[in-house]
């Protein structure tokens, strides 16, 4: 009714309008010729990049501003929000023809040449070849299609399926058509065909009505084009086709040629004088339904935690976070619907649901889901189980994920000094977009120590030398030294001050020799200590530290080869007594066994 009214009244500016200028802000409910100029100038695409901006058919245009004009403007400023002459101010659709988007096409309409007689045709005899100012007399120009034959489209994808180079010679010139030839009808299998130059999009033709029959043909006409080509410059120009997001089983496998035409590109020389030209090529076009495409891949995340001692409170639940992997998805969106990871437990009378109570599926500080565990097998496995989950993961995106152990009470363990922990493989299953389950496994590896009472270790440093033997026959020997923190958890204990080559569990430290592959060397000469370098206290060979109190060691050791090669030394264990300055009764694995390696060194027999 408010549009009836407005043309019966002719209410806002009045007078005629060809193309603006636009003196007042515009917004839905306003009337006026400069609302019918506004539509009018948006159906006639005077600027080629407003192709995709129109209000209704050409000719029908009113003097009211509705939904159907704003949501034109609004097109118009997307297409100008990252154009380096947009005005300060324009930076996102509205669909309020406001002070930056007048500014914005007052200035376009300028220049813009509109032809109000054009016939929508726009055949060869009435199009309207008058351009921006070119330089030169006469010109022609040179067509060169660079790429052609088949191509692939996803559904839902754009692909640029045919380029061409058009040259200036003798002259600039202004393309103002550009014809393709599809066999078959486009709007049927695709959502968008656009004309491209130099990168970038110019027009668009979106529905049927945008295409011309020529026999069993269908013609995608670019005109009332501008596309100002310099004397001796080369513009890259390329049609682009967007897949539609879904095609039937006979379309799926249809293949759609597209083709250019050896008069295909119509031009005006400076001279004023138009002619056409070309090139052959065509595109094949078949087409992938992506849908049934799309994998995960699972890695250990390089945050995961490596090999460690895990204390455990003697009355109450400690919870711990015992892996990080990561989950991409490959060749469509995805979503995690399952992950499974397995937990072995280890030491006498310990069973996953007496070390363990329950295992929690983190993504960051958010919890997804949870495991109880249940198993009373000792030294069982228990595969802990999270289901149901719906986790999004885009093409080509990765999701971190981790997982968090809740270890028992102490007191609740069936040993503590000797209970341990391994996560072995991690299973991820997704679906596809077509809800095909797709999996992929990653195994972790890693295997912990719990303790309640007892000692950690912690590597503080390393350091390797040769000694060369002047007073021998031997000519060297390698030096070696590793500095480790002991610190005693929940009671006293005393660490001799011996070490040993090869395991022990009653030495204060023990330690083997490799070659630089990792591989254990059993001949040559070692001669080997265990000092103390700070904390604790000295009583009769052994080292009282205190419990919740720190000690540092050094162990010394050198190494007399019997054949010349690399070597390095590896720090095992260290051993401990929780009840007096006697012979160990346990000992702590050193853990991870990297960080109390040392490095190679070259030993001469």
Same mark, same amino acid.
Request: glycine letters at 8%; hydrophobic letters at 40%; one cysteine or more.
């Given at each position: 009714? /408010?549009?009836?009214?407005?043309?019966?009244? *002719?209410?806002?500016?009045?007078?005629?309008?060809?193309?603006?200028?636009?003196?007042?802000?515009?917004?839905?409910?306003?009337?006026?010729?400069?609302?019918?100029?506004?539509?009018?100038?948006?159906?006639?695409? /005077?600027?080629?990049?407003?192709?995709?901006?129109?209000?209704?058919?050409?000719?029908?245009?009113?003097?009211?501003?509705?939904?159907?004009?704003?949501?034109?403007?609004?097109?118009?400023?997307?297409?100008?929000?990252s154009d380096i002459l947009t005005p300060a101010g324009l930076v996102s659709p509205t669909g309020f023809f406001g002070p930056s988007t007048r500014a914005k096409m007052n200035a376009l309409c300028a220049t813009a040449v509109v032809d109000e007689d054009e016939d929508d045709e726009a055949t060869d005899e009435d199009e309207d070849d008058e351009t921006t100012s070119l330089e030169g007399g006469e010109g022609s120009i040179v067509v060169e299609v660079i790429t052609d034959g088949a191509a692939d489209v996803d559904l839902g994808d754009a692909e640029t399926v045919i380029e061409m180079e058009?040259?200036?010679?003798?002259?600039?010139?202004?393309?103002?058509?550009?014809?393709?030839?599809?066999?078959?009808?486009?709007?049927?299998?695709?959502?968008?065909?656009?004309? $491209?130059?130099?990168?970038?999009?110019?027009?668009?033709?979106?529905?049927?009505?945008?295409?011309?029959?020529?026999?069993?043909?269908?013609?995608?006409?670019?005109? *009332?084009?501008?596309?100002?080509?310099?004397?001796?410059?080369?513009?890259?120009?390329?049609?682009?086709?967007?897949?539609?997001?879904?095609?039937?089983?006979?379309?799926?496998?249809?293949?759609?040629?597209?083709?250019?035409?050896?008069?295909?590109?119509?031009?005006?020389?400076?001279?004023?004088?138009?002619?056409?030209?070309?090139?052959?090529?065509?595109?094949?076009?078949?087409?992938?339904?992506?849908?049934?495409?799309?994998?995960?891949?699972?890695?250990?995340?390089?945050?995961?935690?490596?090999?460690?001692?895990?204390?455990?409170?003697?009355?109450?639940?400690?919870?711990?976070?015992?892996?990080?992997?990561?989950?991409?998805?490959?060749?469509?969106?995805?979503?995690?619907?399952?992950?499974?990871?397995?937990?072995?437990?280890?030491?006498?009378?310990?069973?996953?649901?007496?070390?363990?109570?329950?295992?929690?599926?983190?993504?960051?500080?958010?919890?997804?889901?949870?495991?109880?565990?249940?198993?009373?097998?000792?030294?069982?496995?228990?595969?802990?189980?999270?289901?149901?989950?719906?986790?999004?993961?885009?093409?080509?995106?990765?999701?971190?994920?981790?997982?968090?152990?809740?270890?028992?009470?102490?007191?609740?363990?069936?040993?503590?000094?000797?209970?341990?922990?391994?996560?072995?493989?991690?299973?991820?299953?997704?679906?596809?977009?077509?809800?095909?389950?797709?999996?992929?496994?990653?195994?972790?590896?890693?295997?912990?120590?719990?303790?309640?009472?007892?000692?950690?270790?912690?590597?503080?440093?390393?350091?390797?030398?040769?000694?060369?033997?002047?007073? &021998?026959?031997?000519?060297?020997?390698?030096?070696?030294?590793?500095?480790?923190?002991?610190?005693?958890? *929940?009671?006293?204990?005393?660490?001799? $001050? &011996?070490?040993?080559?090869?395991?022990?569990?009653?030495?204060?430290?023990?330690?083997?020799?490799?070659?630089?592959?990792?591989?254990?060397?059993?001949?040559?000469?070692?001669?080997?200590?265990?000092?103390?370098?700070?904390?604790g206290s000295v009583t009769g060979g052994f080292v009282k530290i205190n419990e919740g109190s720190t000690a540092q060691f050094e162990l010394y050791v050198t190494y007399n080869p019997a054949v010349a090669g690399q070597f390095r030394v590896q720090m095992l264990s260290a051993g401990f007594n929780d009840a007096s300055a006697a012979t160990p009764t346990a000992s702590q694995t050193a853990t991870p066994a990297e960080d109390f390696e040392t490095g190679n060194q070259n030993v001469t027999s």
């Amino acid at each position: 009714m /408010a549009q009836i009214s407005a043309l019966q009244s *002719g209410s806002g500016s009045t007078g005629s309008m060809s193309c603006g200028p636009w003196t007042r802000d515009l917004n839905t409910g306003a009337t006026g010729a400069d609302v019918k100029a506004l539509q009018q100038y948006l159906n006639k695409n /005077a600027d080629t990049r407003v192709a995709a901006s129109g209000v209704g058919s050409t000719g029908m245009e009113t003097e009211y501003y509705g939904p159907a004009t704003a949501a034109a403007v609004s097109k118009f400023q997307v297409m100008y929000m990252s154009d380096i002459l947009t005005p300060a101010g324009l930076v996102s659709p509205t669909g309020f023809f406001g002070p930056s988007t007048r500014a914005k096409m007052n200035a376009l309409c300028a220049t813009a040449v509109v032809d109000e007689d054009e016939d929508d045709e726009a055949t060869d005899e009435d199009e309207d070849d008058e351009t921006t100012s070119l330089e030169g007399g006469e010109g022609s120009i040179v067509v060169e299609v660079i790429t052609d034959g088949a191509a692939d489209v996803d559904l839902g994808d754009a692909e640029t399926v045919i380029e061409m180079e058009i040259e200036a010679q003798d002259s600039d010139v202004s393309v103002t058509r550009v014809d393709f030839t599809f066999d078959a009808r486009p709007w049927l299998y695709f959502a968008e065909v656009n004309l $491209l130059v130099d990168g970038e999009v110019v027009a668009t033709m979106d529905s049927s009505s945008d295409f011309t029959e020529v026999g069993t043909d269908y013609r995608a006409r670019f005109t *009332g084009l501008d596309i100002v080509v310099r004397e001796d410059e080369v513009a890259e120009v390329a049609l682009e086709v967007v897949a539609l997001g879904s095609l039937n089983a006979t379309r799926l496998d249809d293949t759609v040629t597209v083709t250019t035409e050896a008069d295909g590109v119509r031009f005006v020389d400076a001279a004023g004088i138009t002619d056409t030209d070309g090139d052959s090529g065509s595109a094949a076009i078949d087409f992938t339904d992506v849908f049934d495409e799309g994998t995960v891949d699972v890695s250990v995340s390089e945050e995961s935690p490596e090999a460690a001692t895990i204390v455990v409170d003697e009355t109450s639940r400690t919870e711990a976070a015992v892996a990080i992997f990561e989950v991409e998805a490959e060749d469509a969106d995805m979503e995690v619907t399952d992950v499974t990871v397995q937990v072995t437990v280890s030491g006498a009378a310990n069973t996953p649901n007496n070390v363990l109570y329950r295992a929690y599926l983190m993504d960051g500080e958010t919890e997804l889901d949870r495991f109880t565990f249940t198993s009373n097998t000792v030294g069982g496995t228990e595969t802990a189980t999270f289901d149901d989950l719906e986790i999004m993961v885009e093409e080509d995106e990765t999701l971190e994920l981790s997982i968090v152990l809740d270890f028992e009470a102490g007191e609740d363990m069936g040993t503590t000094t000797s209970a341990g922990f391994s996560i072995g493989d991690i299973e991820v299953t997704a679906e596809n977009p077509n809800f095909a389950a797709v999996t992929d496994t990653v195994t972790v590896g890693e295997s912990h120590t719990i303790i309640e009472t007892g000692i950690t270790v912690e590597d503080v440093s390393k350091s390797t030398a040769v000694v060369t033997n002047t007073t &021998t026959a031997d000519a060297s020997y390698g030096e070696y030294r590793i500095k480790f923190d002991v610190t005693a958890v *929940g009671d006293d204990v005393w660490v001799p $001050l &011996t070490a040993v080559r090869n395991a022990s569990s009653t030495a204060g430290a023990a330690f083997r020799v490799e070659d630089s592959n990792g591989g254990a060397i059993t001949l040559g000469t070692t001669t080997e200590s265990l000092t103390r370098v700070s904390g604790g206290s000295v009583t009769g060979g052994f080292v009282k530290i205190n419990e919740g109190s720190t000690a540092q060691f050094e162990l010394y050791v050198t190494y007399n080869p019997a054949v010349a090669g690399q070597f390095r030394v590896q720090m095992l264990s260290a051993g401990f007594n929780d009840a007096s300055a006697a012979t160990p009764t346990a000992s702590q694995t050193a853990t991870p066994a990297e960080d109390f390696e040392t490095g190679n060194q070259n030993v001469t027999s």
